[in-house]
């Protein structure tokens, strides 16, 4: 299971951004279905590009990437 965690600065975008793009939301939802197909743990595949991602930084537990 993946867990998104969005900044507070992204949330207040989003909101504004809802004004002129009432499906920003909807798309979200669909990188985060694009997210956990790419990084499903027993069956990944790549649908999102590699210039796209960019991991941050890890440990034994979690991961965390840059979009």
Known sequence: MIEF???DG???E???LERRFRTI???LSVFERLCEVQFNPI???QVIAPAK???I???DIWTLWKV
């Open 14 to 16: 989003i909101a504004a």
């Open 5 to 7: 965690l969005y900044h």
């Open 10 to 12: 992204i949330q207040k």
């Open 57 to 59: 930084t890890q440990n």
């Open 43 to 45: 069956n990944p595949r």
């Open 25 to 27: 939301r909807d798309g």
């Open 53 to 55: 991602f960019h991991r």
